[in-house]
Structure formats: structure tokens, C-alpha cells
């Protein structure tokens, strides 16, 4: 290694080293005694928390898949609805997601709310909304989402940025023009969840971890060790 290597290296790992984690005022006590029966009903207590606790973004959150070759995979999503179907979320079917997801329809979601010092991972089923509610999805969002949503070719090579530029103004001029143009590729995915786990950081990593795994009768808890 140069020595411009070598100073960087160990610039990067003072930094690092200089990083908390749980080291806010107060974090949240999570009684897990006192939780709801459903992971649906924690999710959006949860959710509302971290909203008002000024988490910025809690509606991103990780999804991960798994390629045909078993590799893993993940990229970050914007959670589009969390109902009793399950949580939703929306790609284009031709993205390498979306080929993985037509393979497998197996997927796990994260979300991280440092601000609380909260997880909660979702494990299930993926299943695809009907091209209908594809399009309502996307119509209902903002003239940008539609933009991007037109200018297609997700996760294909990009040859130039300048053959993007010119696509993307192509894609805004007609997303202005008309609100309503259809994308067929881009798809409603709901995740049906098998377990949902629900992570409260403690400064004396004491974490609780609970997790509702879905039986014949409905939703189990149990509690997991940090
Ligand atoms: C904050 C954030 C939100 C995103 N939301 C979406 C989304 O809702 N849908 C989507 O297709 N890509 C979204 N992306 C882009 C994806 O992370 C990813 O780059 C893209 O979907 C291609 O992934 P793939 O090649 O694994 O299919 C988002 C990226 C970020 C950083």
C-alpha cells in the first residue's frame, strides 16, 4: 500500500471508530407483554412513533431477494402501504428485482429508525397486485415517480448519462402532458409476512427482540435473545 493509501485507510478507520450507536438522551422502553396481537398493529404504532420521534424517511426501508444462483440481493424501497395483505411496495417486473422476485417469491424487509433505536425485520411471501392496482399505485404518486417510472430500462446497463438525460426529459415532458400514461412493467408487490420481528435498542444492550410468527391459529410471540 502507498502512503496515501495507508493515511486514508486509517483516517477511515478512526472515523469509524469514532461512531455510537444507542447513545441517544433516551430511548424508548418497549414492554413486550403489553404488544398487540397482530405485527400489522405494532407496525403502525411503530411507524407513527418514529414519524413523530423525527425520524427522516421511515418509509424507506430494505428489501431484500435472492437471485437464481441463491446469491442474496437487496436495494432500498419506498413502502408504498403496510394492510393485511401485507406490506407493499412497487418496481418495474423487468428490474433485476423483479426477475429475482418472478423466480423466487421469497423477500425480507428491513427498517432501521436510529432515531428510536428501532428494527423491525419482515420475512414472507411476495405476491404481485393486478395490473389495475399497478397503475392506480402509480398514478396516485407524484409527477416525478412517474417521470422515473417512464423512463424504464431499470437495472439495464446505461451507456452514456447523456442517453438517460435525454430519456428522462422525454419522460418528464410526457408525465406533465398526461398524468395517466400507463407503465405496464411497473408492479404492486405484497409481502405476506411469516414473521415480523420487532427490535428495541437499550444503551445497556439489553435489546428486546420480539417476533410474531404466523401459525394455523393466528399470530405466536416469542421473545429472542440480543
Ligand atoms: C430512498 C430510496 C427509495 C427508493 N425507492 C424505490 C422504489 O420505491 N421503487 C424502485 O423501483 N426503486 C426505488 N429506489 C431505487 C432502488 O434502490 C434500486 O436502485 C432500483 O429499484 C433497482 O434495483 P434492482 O436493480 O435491484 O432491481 C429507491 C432508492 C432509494 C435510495
Not at 40 to 46: Q, V, Y
Not at 186 to 199: D, G, K, Q, S
Amino acid at each position: 500500500m502507498s502512503d496515501d493509501q495507508t493515511a486514508r485507510q486509517e483516517t477511515f478507520r478512526a472515523l469509524l471508530r469514532a461512531q455510537r450507536v444507542w447513545d441517544l438522551p433516551s430511548l424508548p422502553s418497549f414492554d413486550p407483554d403489553a404488544a398487540p396481537d397482530t405485527p400489522l398493529e405494532l407496525f403502525h404504532h411503530w411507524f407513527g412513533e418514529a414519524a413523530a420521534a423525527g425520524q427522516r424517511e421511515p418509509h424507506t426501508m430494505t428489501l431484500a431477494t435472492v437471485d437464481d444462483e441463491g446469491r442474496p440481493d437487496l436495494r432500498t424501497l419506498m413502502l408504498h402501504d403496510a394492510d393485511a395483505r401485507g406490506w407493499h411496495f412497487a418496481s418495474h417486473s423487468t428490474s433485476a428485482k423483479g426477475r429475482q422476485l418472478a423466480a423466487r417469491p421469497e423477500a425480507a424487509l428491513g427498517f432501521y429508525w436510529a432515531a428510536q433505536g428501532r428494527q423491525v425485520r419482515v420475512r414472507g411471501t411476495v405476491t404481485t397486485g393486478t395490473a389495475t392496482e399497478g397503475q392506480a399505485d402509480l398514478h396516485a404518486r407524484s409527477t416525478g415517480a412517474l417521470a422515473a417510472a417512464l423512463t424504464g430500462r431499470q437495472s439495464e446497463v446505461l451507456s452514456s448519462r447523456a442517453e438517460l438525460a435525454r430519456a428522462s426529459e422525454a419522460a418528464w415532458e410526457r408525465a406533465e402532458a398526461e398524468p395517466d400514461a400507463p407503465v405496464p412493467t411497473w408492479t404492486l408487490y405484497v409481502l405476506r409476512p411469516r414473521e415480523v420481528e420487532f427490535f428495541q435498542g437499550d444503551a445497556r444492550r439489553r435489546h428486546v427482540r420480539l417476533r410474531y410468527r404466523r401459525t394455523e391459529n393466528g399470530w405466536e410471540r416469542e421473545l429472542l435473545w440480543p
